[in-house]
């Protein structure tokens, strides 16, 4: 057992000199406590929420390989006006990756019975050989199910069945979505198609368009047709929908979103009220897929709100019953609505490369790097 006790991690370091450095580094685990099990980690997935994490505010255009091919390290130059965002990880090596899988090869005295089990994890730190974790962040995968299959099998499913569950919780019916086609989007279709929901998917191409239109979504609109905005309206008008998710975050589509609901909202109005409509309009965003400003062109009366959407705070407020019922429904569903695609599968070493690293930057949809670390 002490053989298998120690292994390489990717660590991601911000210094106070304007530097990031990505690295693997040995770490040496002590034996799982009662509750507590050693998973070899076998698959674990590059998701725009680890980048934040990997890359930091480094400018990716500077990345460059250091190091030797036994201990390479990957480096890249970080503006000194973004240091004050991130004082509080300077000079701190910091292990990567939200979510994976792998095999469980030692266990503590009270789950012994995980001990060889193929488990999904949540916890951090996953760009790693070995992790060890408490047993209560590990969901034993069905019999039929591979590594792969349950790579992803937390972050965007919980994500997308958190979506549906804020909807129902503040008195929604109908949800408007942006980046509609990534897997996050299209996990969240097929939801709303099971459940009879209403879903407004905006896209950015006629790919993305058809992608949607072959798994049976309905409501599809793409934001560089010269007639967005209209039809942007035209299906919340039929779908009803006063909630929305943005992953984009920057620009001006959460206001847009607002605008569509509010003329919405307006035609039922049979009196003029300078303060808008009274139906109230909400548009989370969730993710930074643009990260400049957030443009809001006050549109849409004063009956609104724009705010932040994270699923670690969804979880840490969920009702126990919840978290059971949605974590129950990816394991019966992780093969259908829940399954995931993958561009390529990399060893650590290969997510040290500059060009591998700058690829996943750009967030392609339909383009996602799973990581191997046993390779």
């Known amino acids: 057992m002490n053989n298998t006790m120690n292994g390489l991690e990717l660590r991601s370091l911000t210094t106070s000199g304007g530097q990031l450095r990505l690295s693997l580094e040995t770490v040496n685990l002590d034996e799982p406590g009662p509750e507590e099990l050693v998973v070899r980690v076998e698959a674990t997935p590059i998701n725009p929420s680890d980048l934040g994490l990997l890359l930091?505010?480094?400018?990716?255009?500077?990345?460059?390989?250091?190091?030797?091919?036994?201990?390479?390290?990957?480096?890249?130059?970080?503006?000194?006006?973004?240091?004050?965002?991130?004082?509080?990880?300077?000079?701190?090596?910091?292990?990567?990756?939200?979510?994976?899988?792998?095999?469980?090869?030692?266990?503590?005295?009270?789950?012994?019975?995980?001990?060889?089990?193929?488990?999904?994890?949540?916890?951090?730190?996953?760009?790693?050989?070995?992790?060890?974790?408490?047993?209560?962040?590990?969901?034993?995968?069905p019999g039929e199910a591979s590594v792969e299959d349950g790579a992803s099998i937390f972050i965007n499913p919980l994500t997308s069945l958190g979506f549906v569950e804020t909807m129902k919780a503040e008195g929604h019916k109908a949800i408007v979505h942006t980046a509609a086609a990534s897997n996050l989007g299209q996990m969240l279709n097929k939801i709303c198609l099971k459940d009879g929901i209403p879903l407004v998917n905006i896209v950015r191409s006629e790919a993305q368009a058809a992608m949607l239109r072959d798994i049976g979504a309905r409501y599809i609109v793409n934001s560089t047709s010269p007639e967005f905005q209209a039809e942007l309206t035209e299906a919340v008008a039929e779908t009803g929908a006063t909630i929305g998710f943005d992953a984009i975050g920057g620009g001006k589509l959460a206001g847009q979103i607002l605008q569509a609901m509010e003329i919405v909202a307006s035609r039922s109005m049979t009196t003029y009220n300078r303060y808008g409509s009274d139906t109230f309009k909400q548009v989370y965003i969730y993710g930074g897929l643009d990260t400049g400003p957030t443009v809001i062109d006050r549109t849409f009366g004063f009956t609104w709100s724009v705010s932040g959407w994270l699923l670690f705070l969804f979880l840490q407020k969920a009702d126990p019953e919840v978290m059971a019922r949605m974590r129950q429904r990816v394991i019966d569903e992780l093969k259908t609505t829940f399954v995931s695609h993958?561009?390529?599968?990399?060893?650590?070493?290969?997510?040290?490369?500059?060009?591998?690293?700058?690829?996943?930057?750009?967030?392609?949809?339909?383009?996602?790097?799973l990581i191997n670390p046993s390779l």
């Open 56 to 141: 930091g505010p480094a400018d990716v255009s500077t990345l460059r390989a250091e190091g030797t091919p036994e201990q390479p390290a990957l480096v890249a130059d970080i503006p000194q006006q973004r240091l004050a965002a991130i004082r509080a990880r300077l000079d701190l090596p910091l292990p990567v990756g939200n979510e994976g899988a792998g095999t469980v090869v030692s266990a503590g005295s009270d789950v012994q019975h995980f001990l060889g089990k193929k488990v999904g994890m949540l916890g951090g730190g996953m760009y790693t050989q070995l992790r060890k974790l408490r047993a209560q962040d590990c969901v034993v995968l």
């Open 342 to 369: 993958y561009t390529k599968t990399i060893s650590l070493n290969d997510a040290l490369k500059p060009e591998i690293l700058a690829d996943c930057e750009r967030k392609a949809t339909g383009e996602k790097y």
